[in-house]
């Protein structure tokens, strides 16, 4: 590991995953500044970390405000809503990209460009016209680099989220030695050199693992449950887990809003089964979604981690499913930093 401190400018910065990926990750940093707009994120991120985040427009940001933070390092995780699948898929014509390009134009106007940048995505982003004017970037300012797709599933963690992932490093290389030879022409890894990789889904941890234990089944029903009217008219869409199951589908910013595709929920009586295109069969599995702080661990959030008291949990739904994984984060910055 390298010794110098991380001076971290932290955008799209959400709800604080980065900064935890930061202290999960147990690198000398600090945070210099945070960036977000979202009101909701701005007042979680304070409550968490009692530092208030910039809500100024990325766009409005000058080259000279962002170099007199003298920031050797930049984490970002832009909007991902132009690269979705459910989307309009407008990539780069999708005025939510302007902000990250904007970031990418500062970058050429500096004098000394961040050493370290960190950036999540969404699986699809890799194929976009976005990427490649961020890889052209990347190149004209001699960075080293390598791009990742990675799912929670391979860190041992029950939930199915792959999402795209990019460091670079100005000075020396990503990978030295062996991997530097064995890996020079991949464009897109699928594992993290060094890491201990779970090779199945038999090896990871029961969603049981993750749940609060300070919930009586019925409590989390009545704090959780899935109503019964929606259980009748839209049930069947619904992907159910039970609690020795050992994944999770993706939990979006629209889970709890919507059903199909947004995640997935919680069977509590295993003694009984759903029958197919039978609704009325649902109304006894004890159904409910799970709790924030559930999928917050399922996102590698530390235990210390609380939504405010403040949020709904719709509110704390969609601050989780914009943010992003900590755990494989956190085992990123440690290539990034390392020697």
Not at 225 to 236: I, R, T, Y
Request: hydrophobic letters at 35%; proline letters at 4%; glycine letters at 6%.
């Amino acid at each position: 590991m390298e010794n110098k401190e991380l001076r971290v400018l932290e955008f799209y910065s959400g709800i604080g995953g980065m900064h935890y990926s930061l202290i999960e990750a147990g690198v000398p940093f600090q945070v210099l500044q945070s960036y977000d707009i979202n009101t909701n994120a701005i007042l979680n991120y304070k409550h968490t970390f009692k530092k208030q985040t910039n809500q100024k427009n990325i766009e409005s940001l000058s080259v000279e405000e962002l170099s007199a933070y003298k920031s050797n390092a930049w984490l970002m995780s832009p909007p991902c809503q132009p690269f979705t699948r459910q989307g309009l898929q407008k990539d780069d014509q999708d005025n939510r990209t302007n902000s990250f390009f904007h970031l990418l134009d500062i970058m050429k106007q500096m004098q000394t460009p961040p050493e370290y940048i960190l950036i999540e995505n969404v699986f699809g982003f890799e194929s976009s016209n976005t990427r490649d004017t961020l890889i052209e970037t990347l190149k004209l300012l001699n960075y080293s680099f390598q791009e990742f797709h990675l799912s929670p599933q391979s860190f041992g963690l029950p939930n199915q989220r792959l999402r795209y992932f990019c460091i670079a490093k100005r000075s020396g290389t990503i990978f030295t030695g062996d991997d530097l030879i064995k890996y020079k022409d991949q464009v897109l890894l699928d594992h993290i050199p060094g890491y201990t990789h779970t090779k199945s889904m038999e090896e990871c941890n029961a969603i049981s693992y993750y749940l609060d234990s300070n919930l009586s089944e019925k409590e989390s029903l009545e704090k959780y449950g899935v109503p019964n009217d929606l259980l009748l008219s839209k049930g069947m869409l619904f992907d159910i887990k039970t609690i020795d199951q050992k994944t999770s589908n993706c939990f979006t910013r629209s889970y709890g809003k919507f059903v199909e595709g947004t995640g997935s929920i919680l069977q509590l009586d295993q003694s009984k089964s759903a029958i197919a295109d039978d609704p009325q069969s649902l109304l006894n599995l004890k159904l409910r979604y799970f709790s924030p702080k559930e999928i917050t661990r399922l996102h590698g959030f530390p235990e210390s981690f609380t939504f405010s008291p403040n949020f709904s949990n719709v509110q704390c739904f969609r601050l989780i499913g914009n943010s992003l994984n900590v755990k494989i984060v956190s085992e990123l910055i440690k290539l990034l930093y390392s020697k």
